[in-house]
C-alpha cells in the first residue's frame, strides 16, 4: 500500500509498515493542528528528528476550530512542528505513534 493512502486510525496500518527505507524528501509529515496535544510521540519515534515540540503562534492558533482552541489552551499552546521536513524518509512511524491521528504523509510542499 502507498504511504499517503494510509489512514493513521487504521490498525492494520501499523503491521503493513515498511522499513523506514524510502528516499528523504518526497513525503513530508503534516500535523492537523485542530488534533495535536503536543504529546511528543512523534519526535520520540522519528528517526529523522523531523519533529520538535514548540507553542503555537498568536497566528495560529486564530485559525483553530473552537474545538481546536479549547484543546490547544488545555495543553498551553505545545504542540508539534515539522522542522525537517526534508530528513523524511516515509515510513509512517510518526502516523502510528500520534495518539491523536494528528498526522498524514502527503507530498514534500515544502522544499
Ligand atoms: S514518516 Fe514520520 S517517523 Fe518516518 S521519517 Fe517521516 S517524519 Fe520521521
Redesign the pocket.
Known amino acids: 500500500m502507498d504511504p499517503l493512502d494510509r489512514d493513521p486510525s487504521d490498525a492494520a496500518t501499523a503491521s503493513a509498515r515498511p522499513a523506514?527505507t524510502g528516499a528523504a524528501g518526497k513525503v513530508a509529515?503534516y500535523i492537523d493542528r485542530n488534533r495535536c496535544e503536543g504529546k511528543a510521540a512523534?519526535v520520540q519515534?522519528?528517526?529523522?528528528g523531523?519533529f520538535e515540540i514548540g507553542t503555537l503562534g498568536r497566528d495560529e492558533r486564530a485559525t483553530l476550530s473552537l474545538r481546536g482552541r479549547l484543546k490547544a489552551l488545555a495543553h498551553r499552546h505545545r504542540q508539534a512542528f515539522v522542522v525537517r521536513a526534508d530528513e523524511?524518509?516515509?515510513?509512517?512511524?510518526?502516523v502510528d505513534a500520534c495518539p491523536e491521528a494528528a498526522i498524514r504523509?502527503a507530498p514534500n510542499t515544502r522544499r
Open positions: 523506514c509529515p512523534c519515534v522519528c528517526p529523522y523531523v523524511c524518509h516515509a515510513c509512517g512511524l510518526c504523509l
